[in-house]
């Protein structure tokens, strides 16, 4: 009886069929970037704002003032008391009522004069010029509140995290398009939710939910594709990523068009509904329906791409074997417990959670540094689209490794030069943190390729699902990280930055190298694998068939 790869071969590995369901499932990259960084956009700095003495809204609609009105006699007597003052986080020490003066509301206050100490700080009230345009206006996220739009971006990430965990689950044990199907929906209604928030309570928690939904889009239109295509067929991991940069380069533009965060975040939310017509295009993975026992439809769908293939499956086939490596059930300690595999683990981890912690932190990073945030998001999105490229030039010829390494050695060196770098050379400036940030996205490809053939292929789905969901955890670390050290110094979450991703380029030239050898199938292959030779000295040539990327 043939097993599930032969069968993939005589119907076509990337034929018609596979590459229509390709396209259809990439467009979930762009999605899923959207919301990835879509906090550079929705917790943009308010452009003008003032804390508000209390009884000013009452006087300013009695006395029909206008914004700047009022702004002008909250604020230009605070700078005669202290020339420093910004009126951001501080006001007068008074309160207006109903016997204050329209036309001089400080008249009577003799204890406003010059030199007084008479600030307080603000407790809750403030007013903007703009104030739906972000969520830091919409919810008073300013002064002291500023560290929740760090937890805004770190609940995102908790949310991913969990989804990797949960739907994760859910794809192995009822399907991949059911749970990809539901995830969009979910995805779709949560990000709706957040748009229209009440408050900043409720905003949190429907934003975890989308990104437990919006990981859920993710791993699964990732898995299906990579469960339909053959063995051989590498580009299929790094493409995928091509869509997240589209993404990427197309948010700002999206921004730009719509002036409030409610509009952004629809915008960003609503076409995860379209995906929803998948259910007629996207069949469930038929290696999936194998390992559940469904061969009779696994069968059925083979037949079905062979036929959009332009081929033709024997007719004798009558059952499709899988191997008992795909049905296994392995165990964290599986990763830990010889001496290759434990280094191989642990280094990989690390690349996983520095790779997301300084690509996201070079992401957000873009919100706070000034400049035309449109244009230098689209220039920084652009610049990956090379990372693929060079990749896919690189790794046949120079093998994992060395590309590896040096894509971290360039992200830290870049990250600490622009640091140092003088703030009146800014095209300078920003050409040294482009080369990081296409540094840091070869390394976070390369790892999603590396990962996989470094385990055998027992462990392998499980060995990349728990190292990358280091991923997540220096998502929810990076925003805490760029924001509370930048208000100490702007520079020195580069410094950060630096210092990890030289230290991951020196760890991992402490991996095998695995160009031109098959994947390992046991751990005593992984043992074997310091060598670039196998056990009999001879160079093994020939992928295994059990690779999905």
Known sequence: ???????????????????????????????????????????????SYWCRIPGAAELSERCNWSLQEEQNFTLLPLRLVNSSASGHCERLDISWDASTSCASPLAHRPNVSVGSPQLVACQGSWLYHQPHSSIVSEYNLVCGHSWMLDLSQAILNLGFLAGAFTLGYAADRYGRILIYLLSCLGDGICGIIVAFS?????????????????????????????????????????????????GIMILPGIAYLLPTWQGIQLAISLPNF?????????????????????????????????????????????????????????????????????????????AWFTSALIYQGLVMRLGIVGGNLYLDFFISGAVELPA???????????????????????????????????????????????????????????????????????????????????????????????FRLAAVWLELPLIIFSVLAVVCGILVTLLPETKGISLPETVEDVEQLSSPYGKCGKKRKHQDANSYI
């Not at 053959?230 to 589209?246: A, E, K, M, P």
């Not at 017509?277 to 069949?283: A, H, L, R, S």
């Open 1 to 47: 009886m043939p097993s599930f790869d032969e069968v993939l071969k005589e119907a076509g590995e990337f034929g018609r069929f596979q590459k229509r369901v390709f396209f259809l499932l990439c467009q979930t990259g762009v999605t899923f970037s959207f919301l990835f960084a879509s906090v550079v956009f929705l917790g943009q700095a308010p452009g």
């Open 198 to 246: 009440p408050n900043f309570t409720v905003f949190l928690i429907f934003r975890f939910l989308q990104g437990v939904f919006a990981k859920g889009t993710w791993m699964t239109c990732y898995v299906i594709v990579t469960e339909i295509v053959g063995s051989s067929q590498r580009i299929i991991g790094i493409v995928i990523q091509i869509f997240f940069t589209l």
């Open 274 to 350: 379209l995906f929803l017509v998948y259910y007629w295009f996207v069949p469930e993975s038929p290696r999936w329906l194998l390992t559940r026992k469904k061969g009779e439809k696994a069968l059925k769908i083979m037949h079905d791409i062979a036929k959009h293939n332009g081929k033709y499956l024997s007719p004798h086939y009558s059952e499709i074997t899988v191997s008992n490596a795909e049905v296994s059930n392995p165990s964290f300690l599986d990763l830990v417990r010889t001496p290759q595999m434990r280094r191989n683990t642990l280094i990989l981890m690390y």
């Open 388 to 482: 693929a490229l060079l990749i896919l030039v690189t790794i046949d010829r120079f093998g994992r490794r060395l590309p590896f390494a040096i894509s971290n050695f360039v992200a830290g060196i870049t990250c600490l030069i622009t640091a140092f770098l003088p703030e009146d050379i800014p095209w300078l400036k920003t050409t040294v943190a482009t080369l990081g940030r296409l540094g840091i996205t070869i390394s976070f490809e390369i790892v999603y390729l590396v990962n996989s053939e470094l385990y055998p292929t027992i462990l392998r789905n499980f060995g990349v699902s728990l190292c990358s969901s280091l991923c997540d955890l220096g998502g929810i670390i990076a925003p805490f990280l760029l």
